[in-house]
């Protein structure tokens, strides 16, 4: 998905992991985010298109658990009444990613 934050074009996943929560992440890490390449989905893993490292879909939505190490940046979400939220302020605290 993407959002536009003043000219510039946020990218975020979401996929579904397999107790069926929903995991949200910017399409972006804290050190692969220069290249812009994102992430693919594999199965049950996203994969970084920049440096290949694979991530178990059912681990996202944390924090950073290698700080400094490719990660699918933190994008908090919420489901309120069947749908997934995601707040503007919290894709726009990440877009230093996009810039």
Do not use: H
């Not at 972006?28 to 893993?45: H, L, M, P, S, T």
Request: aromatic fraction near 14%; hydrophobic fraction near 30%.
């Amino acid at each position: 998905y993407e959002y536009d934050s003043n000219g510039a074009n946020i990218k975020f996943f979401i996929v579904k992991a397999s107790d069926g929560s929903i995991k949200t992440a910017f399409d972006a890490c804290d050190v692969c985010y220069r290249n812009k390449r994102g992430y693919r989905q594999e199965g049950n893993y996203m994969v970084c298109n920049n440096c290949g490292k694979k991530f178990l879909i059912d681990s996202l939505g944390t924090e950073n658990k290698n700080p400094g190490g490719c990660w699918p940046g933190y994008l908090p979400n919420l489901i309120k009444d069947g749908d997934i939220v995601i707040k503007k302020s919290d894709l726009e605290k990440g877009g230093w990613r996009f810039a």
